[in-house]
């Protein structure tokens, strides 16, 4: 049963929050635009389970607090997003071998106190690809950003085959830890896996040249930069590319208009963001996510 507001504020339904509801967090900055709360919950009421998932807006200096919070109020976990998908692992007690690797948490699970931190985020994405019907195996990506969703994605693509993928984030504070983790990725995943600097242009240019999928990885494209790409130039862009955003909201960015224009396959962040939370909604519930009411909600077509 999905109940629709504008019906409760007619006929009063039972609320199906009790004492007994388990609250799931997301915690990030900036996070009112996720529209992750409107999903979860919508499947939480269709499927009839007593959960909650709220949004928090909790910046860097505040994650430790945010997860002893989670113990705190004996919360059944949260969803981590941009800045703290790193910053989060130190204060958990176990990681799944998929985010040491990633070195990235999305996904934390609180059970009876022991608080276990995932990454789903690459998962996500390579059923995205496989949804939209893009060939991947053996093909070279570029990825724009070093950051947790693009290393996610790379984890993922390397064990599912992809031939090589190529990251280029600009060479700021972080680029030493990117260059590290990559390092570390190179000797334990069958891809050749590369980071070069984005303002070295005509390395960028030569490797998007021949590449087959080219991915946004950054956060450029949203919320205040919507009329910005990551990509220093739209005419890098050719007809061979599959151009993907892992930028959702928008689902339509600057970057895959400028790719569309150009002939290129387009593919959204909206199914990233589906297949990433399907997994996570099964190790808090124990239930299989009801997949169809998650996108009808994600895409607004509820009338919620
Ligand atoms: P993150 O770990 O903070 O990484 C952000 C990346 O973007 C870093 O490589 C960063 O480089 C780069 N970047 C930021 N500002 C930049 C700029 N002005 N110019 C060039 N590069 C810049 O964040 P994240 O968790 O990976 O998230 C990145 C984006 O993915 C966000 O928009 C997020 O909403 C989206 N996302 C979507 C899904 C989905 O399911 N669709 C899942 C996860 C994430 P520096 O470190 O050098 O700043």
Redesign the pocket.
């Known amino acids: 049963m999905i109940t629709t507001a504008k019906a409760s504020l007619n006929e009063p339904t039972v609320s199906r929050l009790s004492g007994k509801t388990q609250v799931i967090g997301l915690f990030g900055s900036p996070i009112s635009h996720s529209r992750s709360p409107i999903m979860q919950n919508t499947v939480f009421e269709a499927m009839d389970l007593d959960y909650a998932y709220l949004a928090f807006d909790v910046g860097e200096k505040h994650i430790a607090e945010a997860v002893s919070a989670i113990r705190l109020l004996n919360m059944r976990g949260a969803n981590i997003?941009?800045?703290l998908?790193?910053l989060v692992m130190p204060y958990l007690d176990e990681l799944s071998p998929a985010a040491k690797l990633a070195g990235?948490v999305?996904v934390v699970v609180n059970n009876n106190g022991v608080l276990s931190g995932h990454i789903t985020?690459g998962e996500?994405f390579i059923l995205s690809l496989q949804e939209a019907g893009v060939e991947y195996e053996d093909r070279s990506m570029v990825v724009?950003?070093?950051?947790?969703?693009?290393i996610a994605i790379t984890v993922q693509a390397a064990l599912e085959g992809v031939g090589s993928v190529t990251l280029f984030?600009?060479r700021?504070a972080?680029?030493d830890d990117?260059a590290a983790m990559v390092q570390n990725l190179r000797s334990r995943v069958p891809c050749n896996v590369d980071l070069f600097d984005?303002d070295d242009h005509d390395t960028l240019a030569n490797h998007i040249a021949s590449a087959d999928i080219l991915i946004n990885?950054?956060?450029?494209g949203?919320e205040e930069t919507l009329d910005q790409m990551?990509l220093p130039d739209p005419n890098l862009l050719h007809d061979k590319l599959v151009a993907c955003d892992?930028?959702?909201v928008p689902s339509d960015t600057l970057f895959l208009k400028e790719a569309a224009k150009r002939g290129c396959k387009t593919v959204t962040?909206?199914g990233?963001?589906l297949h990433?939370a399907a997994p996570a909604f099964e190790m808090w519930t124990g239930k299989r996510m009801n997949l169809a009411v998650a996108k009808r909600a994600l895409l607004g077509e509820l009338d919620i």
């Open positions: 997003t941009m800045p998908k790193r990235a999305n985020d996500g724009l950003g070093a950051g947790g969703a693009a984030n600009r700021d972080f680029y990117a984005l990885g950054t956060p450029i949203m990551a892992v930028i959702y962040g909206l990233m963001q990433q």
